[in-house]
């Protein structure tokens, strides 16, 4: 099977050119101007841009959250994330203290194998490090290719580590050639701000925002900086929300230390203005919560300053009816927003569209960064010969409307309903095949593969 993409136009983190592109089976084979080999299918993307599948790294597929799972199995969730240009996330295993990594992967792998559309891989989230976790920390690097590890400097007796454990733990993720992810807000000042506000009778999910201010994210940023620092492990910051947390990582770069910077889209795009609707606030209830304009200009600068180096979603969706288990507690609100499928075509028309980002930054954010940070570059995250075949097509002109009504994600309202946005995707390629075209999906459940990753032992893009 080959496919020839005729006349796009081409664009990589460092490219830009009207140009063709050859795919024989799953990869990329020739890219170049009027190529003329036959192919089995001819695209003609004249008008088009061509660019990378995009990858998101931050996803909560099927994920167990108080007796309840998100929404979007990895197969509606995956299949979501296509429809939107992504084509490949990475997802979270979590352990359970008490239990071994092992018994977390097995898991997971028994409800994303065989059911993904799109490619996946898995971050492990560390929630109780010892030395049995500490033997399998190699393990996971070298037998399963899963070299990221997550964790928490919140949510105490569920998936907090300590400081103690941080360190150890990142003394071994360092010597195996991995990276160590963290969700970095203080879970004690938020745990007794969360219990104070609770006890006062201040339930509604505005608490939610005001119990977790932006001085809880920025020193735990600075703690988890000057911990990576010490023990000279690759360190990345999840969902990075405000200017204080970034400020942390910047004043870290004054003693020659680069930690890597993910924010996700919602952090560009929405504020906390929308927690004053009462209980429609609930819709945008996640962790940390959204923060102010000033933060959203922090981070729109943090990408252009090379401080801020991926632009994921946490997509983590809970239906309306979940999220009404804290109808009278805003701490019972399970916490996530959908934004799997828009993530690309949200980054493109309030980012490119709007003048804030270069193209060529954006494939870098949404496409390129991650696929380098973890081990999965230059298989994913650019167009070259040898590549996987996974390609977006995207009609930079086309306008369309986001709504609940029309989207592929398995939840029953939409962060965005009614925004209109700029530049939609047409044609998505996975691993060589039409994956989606013109709002269609042409590949079944069990087509998305799991990506082993490669350690990466650096902090360089
Ligand atoms: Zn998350």
Redesign the pocket.
């Known amino acids: 099977m080959s496919v020839l993409i005729k006349n796009g136009r081409v664009i990589t983190a460092t490219d830009d050119y009207i140009g063709d592109i050859f795919i024989e089976g799953e990869t990329i084979s020739a890219t170049g101007r009027k190529l003329t080999m036959p192919a089995d299918t001819t695209l003609d993307a004249t008008g088009l841009l061509v660019m990378p599948g995009g990858i998101d790294p ?1 996803v ?1 597929l099927d994920m167990p959250f108080m007796g309840t799972f998100s929404s979007d199995t990895h197969e509606t969730g995956t299949r979501a994330a296509l429809f939107g240009g992504t084509t490949t996330v990475i997802d ?1 295993v979590l352990q359970q203290q008490g239990h071994s990594l092992r018994e977390a992967l097995d898991q997971w792998n028994s409800r994303a194998k065989g059911t993904a559309v799109g490619d996946y891989s898995f971050h492990m989230a560390v929630t109780d490090y010892n030395d049995h976790t500490r033997a399998e920390i190699k393990e996971m690097v070298e037998k399963e290719g899963i070299t990221s590890f997550k964790t928490f400097m919140a949510y105490k007796g569920a998936l907090m580590i300590d400081d103690r454990q941080m360190t150890a733990l990142m003394q071994e993720v360092r010597k195996q050639g991995g990276l160590v992810t963290v ?1 970095a807000t203080n879970g004690d000042m938020i745990d007794y701000l969360v219990a104070k506000n609770r006890s006062e009778g201040r339930l509604s999910p505005l608490y939610h925002y005001l119990s977790q201010p932006e001085v809880t994210e920025a020193e735990a940023s600075a703690r988890f900086t000057d911990i990576a620092n010490y023990t000279g492990c690759p360190g990345y910051i ?2 990075l929300t405000c200017e204080g947390a970034l400020n942390a990582v910047r004043q870290a770069t004054r003693r020659n230390q680069h930690v890597f910077v993910e924010t996700c889209i919602q952090y560009l795009l929405l504020d906390a203005s929308l927690y004053e609707k009462d209980f429609d606030g609930a819709k945008w209830v996640m962790s940390p919560p959204l923060r102010e304009k000033k933060d959203q200009a922090t981070l729109w600068a943090g990408i252009n300053q090379n401080l801020v180096n991926v632009v994921a979603t ?1 997509h ?1 969706p809970f239906k309306w009816e979940q999220k009404k288990m804290g109808l009278n507690d805003f701490s019972k609100i399970p916490n996530g927003h959908p934004a799997i499928e828009h993530r690309m075509e949200l980054l493109y028309s309030e980012g490119v569209h709007k003048g804030k980002i270069s193209l060529n930054k954006y494939v870098e954010v949404a496409c390129t960064n991650p696929a380098k940070i973890f081990g999965m570059f230059p298989r994913k995250g650019t167009i070259a010969p040898g590549s996987d075949a996974d390609i977006l097509l995207f009609d930079p002109q086309k306008q369309h409307t986001l709504s609940a009504a029309t989207h592929h994600m398995n939840v029953d309202y939409s962060a965005y309903e009614g925004w209109e946005l700029t530049g939609k995707v047409q044609t998505v390629l996975l691993r060589g095949k039409i994956a989606i075209d013109k709002n269609n999906c042409l590949v079944d459940k069990g087509y998305g593969q799991f990506i082993r990753r490669t350690p990466t032992y650096t902090t360089s893009l």
Request: hydrophobic letters at 25%.
């Open positions: 931050h909560h979270f969700h999840v969902h946490d983590c």
